[in-house]
């Protein structure tokens, strides 16, 4: 049985972590719809879990059967990212406060990305994500959940979660930033 190299592998398009990355940009539509339109916020938070096990499944599958791919680099953050910004657009309808955690996503993800392709470009290092953005990414959908299905959250608490992940997007940001930054500075005296 012949194994395909390392570099031929990076390229691969059709693997199980690229259509697991698909089918969660093919949920956004569906928890949209489901949240905004319908109200039901029960199968809402039931497809926001299954967008989030089947993001721990192509991570896993990924790194365990040797399939990351160039494209999974992409499609999987793109994936994460777009589905975190759709549903705190829809979570903005009932908590208005909701802006201070997209906020922070956008700019900590638009800054990454930038100085990620400095970083790139300057010393050729691609840098992956950090436990610090893990954990961002976990509160983050741990209290997107929690709005959803709680429909009468007391408001001290929802502005504490809010509060919460907004500061974590915050440190991880500057923490992106650091990394980046230092990298940069390295690559210009080496």
Not at 6 to 16: G, N, W, Y
Not at 68 to 91: N, W
Not at 111 to 137: F, N, P, Q, Y
């Amino acid at each position: 049985m012949s194994h395909t190299p390392e570099r031929d592998r990076s390229k691969q398009i059709l693997t199980l972590p690229n259509l697991l990355s698909v089918f969660r940009l093919c949920l956004i539509p569906v928890f949209v719809w489901l949240y905004c339109w319908k109200g039901n916020y029960p199968a809402t938070a039931c497809i926001l879990l299954l967008s989030g096990f089947t993001d721990i499944a192509d991570g896993f599958i990924a790194r365990r059967f040797h399939m990351i791919s160039d494209l999974g680099k992409v499609l999987d953050p793109a994936a994460d990212k777009l589905t975190q910004c759709a549903m705190l657009i829809c979570l903005l309808t009932r908590f208005p406060l909701m802006l201070c955690p997209l906020l922070a996503l956008v700019v900590k993800e638009v800054s990454d990305t930038l100085l990620g392709c400095w970083v790139i470009k300057r010393t050729g290092i691609v840098c992956g994500a950090e436990w610090h953005g893990k954990a961002a990414t976990c509160l983050l959908f741990a209290v997107m959940v929690v709005h959803v299905l709680w429909y009468e959250l007391p408001p001290h608490l929802s502005l504490g979660l809010i509060l919460l992940a907004t500061a974590i997007q915050l440190l991880s940001l500057a923490l992106y930033l650091k990394r980046n930054l230092t990298l940069i500075r390295r690559g210009k005296t080496a």
